[in-house]
């Protein structure tokens, strides 16, 4: 089961003299079919160049084309990483290993190397990685990135004691010690729909896409509203093709009946034959129903071409978005959306916006293209490594119970934790759509029981509540 449907890209710097400061040590493996350990990333301490460049990617596919021997520094605390470095996903693997390497060098923690081992994006490739890394003496693992992958190295990694946090949202492959970063579904839904109803909102109606992840946000939508006083109206599923959007769409906005009722209140109107009755009728004309639809929000969890395509379809078929609210998921968090004049106003779940913002702008200078927005969970995880370092020492990162403080972490995505069965669960913010941009109107929870116990990174804990930390 793969689910990995992410939000589009938003848009990241690495400090410049980084570059010099690496040239000699940073070495990037992509494993591919060569039976050598992937090479290692080791960083110094030291303050933080003013200037900002990426680190010398192209050394690391030349040394992986040529099979240059890696290199292993026993001194070091080797953090493997599973990411698609070659192959159709190699684009999305760089990014992330990219965002890694950035939270490593912001660490200043030279007990640490980062070692990259190529995945290929196939099951086949993701078993070698890991196998790898095992034998390279890896202390923790991340990735890999597709649930396909992250259950294929599972076999690889039982009974090693090692604790493995993966880029992906499936919960089918977590399991305790087998920790997931990606954006949880029902995370999303639950947030928005328990801030629609605290917003006053009773009636709600959904329109589901066809697969798994539809499927997902259905069962988190009867789930937020079983226990409330909110009830669903209508649900409606739909095909994952444009031209196929014009039929669910009207059937949940119950146009056919609506309009009928419209054309028989005016013929009725017309059959009294008065001068009053007459012009009332005539003016019923331009409306192509008379009542509105019987919920005030409903729930779109998608995102990109297919919801501007399906964005002007509600108000054409009556549901006016000036009464009915629009909900969404994470998917929500594009924008391309802004341009939309029916979604202006949508609610949707997600991190708040600035410091995931900072960080991918970063990236994107450092790379010369837009990275994906889930570049932000490789920095976090690399920088959650780092935090757990610095606070218990090399034991620590072997040891499930430090992941699972129920106060959570902080991260440039916001306040994070994991749960026993290996899922995360995020504080997120509620964003709205505007033409100007995302605008939070609900901020993130600072906790989730009592202070946060970790905080991954130094600007963010100062954007905080000091009394929160």
């Known amino acids: 089961m793969r689910i990995e449907k992410t939000p589009a890209p938003s848009t990241l710097a690495l400090p410049n003299r980084f570059v010099l400061a690496l040239c000699a040590v940073f070495f990037v493996a992509a494993c591919g079919a060569s039976t050598t350990p992937g090479s290692s990333i080791p960083r110094t301490v030291g303050p933080a160049p003013s200037v900002e460049q990426s680190p010398p990617m192209e050394a690391a596919e030349e040394q992986a084309a040529t099979g240059a021997p890696t290199l292993l520094n026993a001194r070091h605390i080797n953090i493997a990483i599973l990411l698609p470095l070659s192959g159709d996903d190699k684009a999305v693997g760089k990014a992330l290993l990219q965002a890694a390497s950035m939270a490593l060098f912001e660490a200043y923690d030279d007990r640490l190397t980062l070692v990259p081992y190529d995945t290929t994006g196939t099951r086949e490739g993701a078993a070698l990685a890991a196998q790898k890394a095992v034998d390279g003496g890896a202390a923790i693992i991340l990735g890999p990135l597709f649930s396909g992958n992250v259950r294929a190295v599972q076999p690889i990694l039982a009974g090693r004691g090692l604790v493995q946090i993966s880029f992906s949202n499936d919960r089918s492959v977590a399991a305790p010690g087998r920790y997931i970063m990606g954006f949880q579904v029902e995370n999303e839904v639950g947030r928005v729909m328990q801030f629609a109803l605290d917003r006053g909102h009773k009636n709600f109606a959904g329109l589901f896409p066809d697969g798994i992840y539809g499927t997902l946000v259905r069962e988190a939508f009867?789930?937020?509203?079983?226990?409330?006083?909110?009830?669903?109206?209508?649900?409606?599923r739909y095909h994952l093709q444009a031209d196929t959007l014009d039929h669910p769409v009207r059937i949940?906005?119950?146009?056919?009946?609506?309009?009928?009722?419209?054309?028989?209140?005016?013929?009725?109107?017309?059959?009294?034959?008065?001068?009053?009755?007459?012009?009332?009728?005539?003016?019923?004309?331009?409306?192509?129903?008379?009542?509105?639809?019987?919920?005030?929000?409903?729930m779109v969890p998608e995102g990109g071409?297919?919801?501007?395509?399906?964005?002007?379809?509600?108000?054409?078929?009556?549901?006016d978005p000036n009464l009915v609210r629009f909900l969404g998921t994470g998917l929500m968090n594009d924008i391309s959306l802004r341009r939309e004049p029916p979604l202006?106003?949508?609610?949707?779940?997600?991190?708040?916006?600035?410091?995931?913002?900072?960080?991918?702008?970063?990236?994107?200078?450092?790379?010369?293209?837009?990275?994906?927005?889930?570049?932000?969970?490789?920095?976090?995880?690399?920088?959650?490594?780092?935090?757990i370092m610095r606070s218990y020492g090399r034991d620590g990162l072997s040891d499930s119970d430090v992941f699972l403080n129920p106060r959570g972490f902080n991260g440039i995505d916001g306040l994070f934790r994991f749960t026993q069965e290996g899922y995360s669960e995020r504080a997120l913010a509620i964003l709205e759509i505007r033409r100007s941009g995302?605008?939070?109107?609900?901020?993130?929870?600072?906790?989730?029981?009592?202070?946060?116990s970790g905080v991954l990174r130094a600007e963010v804990k100062q954007a905080n509540d000091p009394a929160n930390n």
């Open 438 to 452: 995302f605008l939070v109107v609900d901020g993130a929870p600072k906790r989730f029981r009592g202070a946060v």
């Open 252 to 298: 949940i906005a119950d146009y056919d009946r609506r309009k009928k009722h419209r054309d028989q209140e005016i013929d009725f109107l017309l059959s009294l034959e008065d001068d009053m009755t007459d012009e009332i009728a005539k003016s019923l004309k331009p409306f192509d129903t008379l009542e509105g639809v019987p919920f005030d929000a409903l």
């Open 305 to 319: 071409s297919l919801m501007r395509t399906l964005g002007p379809l509600l108000p054409y078929y009556e549901i």
């Open 222 to 236: 009867g789930d937020s509203l079983e226990a409330t006083s909110g009830r669903v109206t209508a649900m409606e």
């Open 344 to 387: 202006q106003g949508a609610w949707f779940a997600a991190p708040e916006p600035a410091a995931p913002d900072a960080i991918l702008n970063k990236l994107a200078d450092s790379m010369g293209v837009s990275p994906p927005r889930i570049a932000t969970l490789a920095y976090d995880a690399m920088s959650l490594v780092a935090h």
